[in-house]
């Protein structure tokens, strides 16, 4: 069985181990601090390549940003790592293969290879943290669009009169709705809907200063307001949902990311159910976490391969 | 060079023809009436394919509904088509080889293979009728999703209040904003909504009676309220055509069907481009038009071949 190296390249750290085809992990999982400039940054990578390179095929790397089609360069670079940065040629890297894609194309890939999504035909990715990302794997490809940007799914419109500015300047995006973000504006907002605010918890705080904690925390203690708050999250959710499942036909829809955590994801697989034209999904939470990326990169690169 | 004979099975009219693998029409086109009964259907088509028996190498059908992954049966036929009609097994047709397959996906990848879409990598096709469908072709591959299902796209919500009901029971479904349909919902809703009402050539009409005609017809006359229904319209239109931008990343997007030629792509274009967080798309109006079924059809059985 051939054997990957795969890394996660993060804006504060870099996580590595070798796996093999299955994606088992079969070294212990590395993690060091992202350095500061790009030229630090292919140092780096070139060592963690040395020190494993007897051991493996083909190498692996998970980044955020637009990756080109040709997986050797990340094209827009984030804010989060350095300038340069998307000047280095990844596949000069080594004489092995190294492999580099956007991190939600790996997470979705390691979702589907070895975690929850493990044996469905097309599967969906969510991953909702301040923003919404997404990830689409079909038929044993990864669904990239024709520059490699797909997926962008928390920018589709869940309303069409400019009723929310959302954090990108523009409006009425699903993750003004339904991200981290979403729930403070459903809490900012509610605060004016909702009589329930004036005998909420929180009552006399200033909506604008209520947290995605707050109104979680809020929904433990059976607080009204923050049920209400919560309710219309939800809906929001499933609305994205329910659209993206029609167009996309999934047979799996996997949820992750930071707020993943508070989603009912039976309640959301029911609704969705009961509602979408097309056939029926199941909808669950990821497993492979905080190594998607790594396992995702690692498998991609011995697929590819 | 292979060649296949295209055949669109119409709810009232099959339409037929020799095609090459570029799309070139052989033969004259034939249109004969739709019979009855799935048994007579199922003859007619024999006979069809008797009549050119010796020119061609592969059969390629299309039809409404939803079609199985073997591309050999229609799964839920439509109203138009006659009970029993699900039942029928195409690859029995003849000894040669018969693909059938839903006609939004035949229009697609005819557009992709030999219409306005030629030459571009990922083609997303938007028929606007009294509904709204949809088929996209990425990497030279049709995609069905996991059940053959996927491009509902007139059912994904652009609202997310409970605003519009759609004939389908549901709520805020694109089609009941932006399709011919939605241009009628758009005068209802106007109707109430735009002082210009008043002063319009139908204001001694009932809103509810006002038609897609007389909307387009409004425009053409120069009519204030007319021209804010229609302003409405294409702006609904663009709300789901960027979300559909960001999530698929097409490089062409072809919008066909019967109310296509009122929709300005330019404009359209423009506007896509100027707020989708993903690369730039062309939109163009469809070329295959009433061939588009029996051209992607015949090309689709040659591509499978």
């Known amino acids: 069985m051939k054997k990957a190296l795969g890394i996660d390249i993060g804006g504060t750290k870099i996580l590595y181990s070798v796996l093999d085809e299955e994606g088992n992990i079969l070294s212990e999982i590395k993690k060091i601090h992202t350095p500061k400039t790009a030229e630090e940054i ?93 990830g689409l794997v079909s038929k044993g490809r990864l669904f990239r669009g024709s520059k490699g940007n797909a997926l962008e799914v928390g920018s589709m419109k869940i309303f069409a009169d400019k009723r929310q500015k959302c954090t990108c300047g523009r409006y009425d995006c699903w993750e003004a709705y339904a991200s981290g973000t979403g729930l403070k504006n459903c809490a900012i907002n509610g605060a004016l809907e909702f009589p329930e605010f004036k005998t909420s918890i929180f009552k006399d705080k200033n909506p604008q200063s209520l947290t995605t904690y707050d109104i979680t925390d809020g929904v433990e203690k059976n607080d009204e307001f923050s049920k209400k708050v919560f309710e219309n999250w939800q809906y929001y959710m499933f609305v994205g949902l329910v659209g993206l499942t029609d167009i996309l036909n999934p047979d799996c829809i996997v949820v992750s990311g930071g707020m993943c955590e508070f989603v009912d994801v039976n309640q959301l697989e029911e609704k969705i159910n009961a509602e979408t034209v097309v056939t029926n999904v199941c909808v669950k939470r990821a497993e492979t976490k905080n190594n998607a990326g790594m396992i995702g990169a690692g498998l991609l690169a011995l697929n590819e391969n």
């Open 42 to 134: 292919e140092n780096t990578l070139k060592n963690i390549i040395e020190q494993h390179y007897d051991e493996i095929d083909v190498i692996g790397l998970s980044s955020a940003g637009a990756v080109n089609l040709e997986n050797t360069m990340v094209l827009s670079s984030t804010p989060n790592l350095p300038q340069g940065y998307n000047s280095i040629d990844f596949s000069k890297l080594s004489d092995k293969k190294v492999f580099v894609e956007n991190d939600a194309n790996c997470a979705v890939w390691a979702e589907y290879k070895s975690g929850a999504a493990k044996g469905f035909d097309t599967v969906l990715m969510v991953t909702i943290g301040t923003g919404i990302g997404g």
